[in-house]
């Protein structure tokens, strides 16, 4: 039998390019016509390394596997972008499963780009339910997130909820859930419009989440990644069918998480290396830290790679940036760590304040490095606090660490 082709598909950006995709998908899904490789139209640079991983329309490449429907790209948020091999019945597997667990199929507003595995998703949920979609006129790039636009978004298609009693639900990352949050009085309407809000995409700040929660949203956190066809665990529970376990744990019970089940990927496109080691049948050998709690929940405790030396003490950045975002006056944080010739590395905290005319930047720093001495002892404090009103992100709307980390270096 002769390999599937996969074949480009441009996502461009706005509500038309995600239709688009939804109408090629089901076909894809089913195993009828090619696999699809859905790319953003740009930047050119992004694009261009996302081609280099996945190398669609190229029959010197077969496809590794003729049941894979899309090959998603992870979004080069820690370093180069992978392509992601995805079954149908993966991705079927993660809709279901997703839909069970909230209670049942729902009418989504779309605020992430379709090119990515949480936007993916929602236009797998609705394919499975027959509920279209409501993309934001921004998605994908063809503008910036505005919580003035979610708002409005989100008025309309509760409107639309009401009348045909269809749930409501979106999925954001926590930039964009910090922006609607910074609404004021206004944003408690747009929380409240939803039955359910997932966050993924990143840790979000446990003062973000109260904030919004506060706000009456509810919340639903998730664990997961493109390997895994997105989120398949919420609140810390595996969905049907995923299991969840914490393997060569230390003294505290910390180790790497692996994920098994219906929806993990075939493997990496073109890396037989990284699939060999990030994957077994049925199963993704994760690059994430993490715990079972005492009422059997997961925890994620940081990435495997962020531990680093300073001084010859072992600093996890991951719990440098929770520290940071538990902080009273930051709004957002991300840490990163870049090397140093004295220290071994340098740890830097990019920060956006709740307030930025209500204390001065160098007192603030101070007050966030304090705080971090304070929590994880002196080695952990970050080297450089750096003010911004925004952090870079990616078009997916992750913050774009290495963007942070070449201001860190050059600082």
């Known amino acids: 039998m002769s390999a599937r082709e996969l074949t480009r598909l441009t996502v461009e950006p706005g509500p038309d390019g995600v239709l688009a995709l939804a109408a090629e998908l089901p076909m894809a899904i089913n195993g009828e016509g090619p696999a699809l490789a859905p790319l953003p139209a740009g930047p050119p640079d992004y694009v261009d390394r996302i081609v280099a991983a996945v190398r669609p329309d190229d029959p010197s490449a077969p496809l590794e596997h003729n049941d894979v429907a899309v090959v998603v790209a992870t979004s080069g948020s820690m370093g180069e972008p992978r392509g992601v091999l995805l079954s149908g019945s993966a991705l079927i597997a993660s809709a279901k499963a997703s839909d069970s667990r909230l209670g049942g199929p729902s009418r989504w507003v779309m605020a992430l780009p379709a090119h990515h595995v949480a936007g993916l998703q929602v236009l797998v949920r609705a394919h499975l339910s027959g509920i279209p979609p409501i993309p934001l006129d921004s998605v994908g790039g063809a503008g910036h997130f505005s919580a003035v636009e979610f708002a409005n978004a989100t008025r309309a298609a509760r409107a639309i909820a009401d009348s045909d009693g269809a749930q409501l639900r979106t999925a954001l990352v926590p930039t964009q859930l910090a922006r609607i949050v910074e609404l004021g009085p206004s944003a408690s309407d747009a929380l409240t419009a939803y039955d359910t809000i997932l966050i993924g995409g990143a840790a979000a700040a446990h003062g973000l989440i109260a904030r919004?929660?506060?706000?009456?949203?509810?919340?639903?956190?998730?664990?997961?990644?493109?390997?895994?066809?997105?989120?398949?665990?919420?609140?810390?529970?595996?969905?049907?069918?995923?299991?969840?376990?914490?393997?060569?744990?230390?003294?505290?019970?910390?180790?790497?998480?692996?994920?098994?089940?219906?929806?993990?990927?075939?493997?990496?496109?073109?890396?037989?290396?990284?699939?060999?080691?990030?994957?077994?049948?049925?199963?993704?050998?994760?690059?994430?830290?993490?715990?079972?709690?005492?009422?059997?929940?997961?925890?994620?405790?940081?990435?495997?790679?962020?531990?680093?030396?300073?001084?010859?003490?072992?600093?996890?950045?991951?719990?440098?940036?929770?520290?940071?975002?538990?902080?009273?006056?930051?709004?957002?944080?991300?840490?990163?760590?870049?090397?140093?010739?004295?220290?071994?590395?340098?740890?830097?905290?990019?920060?956006?304040?709740?307030?930025?005319?209500?204390?001065?930047?160098?007192?603030?720093?101070?007050?966030?490095?304090?705080?971090?001495?304070?929590?994880?002892?002196?080695?952990?404090?970050?080297?450089?606090?750096?003010?911004?009103?925004?952090?870079?992100?990616?078009?997916?709307?992750?913050?774009?660490?290495e963007q942070l980390r070449t201001i860190a270096a050059a600082r």
């Not at 919004?212 to 810390?236: F, K, P």
């Not at 994880?376 to 992750?398: F, H, N, Y």
């Open 212 to 401: 919004a929660t506060s706000l009456g949203a509810r919340i639903v956190t998730t664990y997961g990644m493109t390997e895994t066809a997105g989120g398949c665990v919420y609140d810390g529970t595996p969905l049907a069918g995923v299991a969840v376990r914490v393997s060569d744990t230390d003294a505290d019970g910390i180790g790497r998480i692996e994920l098994s089940g219906p929806t993990v990927a075939r493997g990496y496109r073109l890396r037989p290396d990284l699939t060999a080691t990030g994957f077994g049948p049925a199963l993704h050998r994760t690059s994430d830290r993490g715990k079972i709690d005492k009422d059997n929940r997961l925890v994620v405790v940081g990435r495997i790679d962020d531990v680093v030396q300073v001084g010859g003490i072992n600093v996890s950045v991951a719990a440098v940036e929770a520290a940071v975002q538990e902080h009273a006056m930051v709004a957002e944080a991300a840490v990163v760590a870049t090397d140093d010739d004295q220290w071994g590395s340098k740890v830097t905290a990019f920060v956006v304040a709740t307030d930025a005319d209500s204390l001065p930047a160098t007192q603030l720093g101070a007050s966030i490095v304090e705080r971090v001495a304070n929590a994880l002892g002196a080695e952990s404090r970050p080297r450089d606090v750096v003010i911004m009103s925004s952090l870079p992100t990616l078009p997916t709307g992750k913050v774009d660490r």
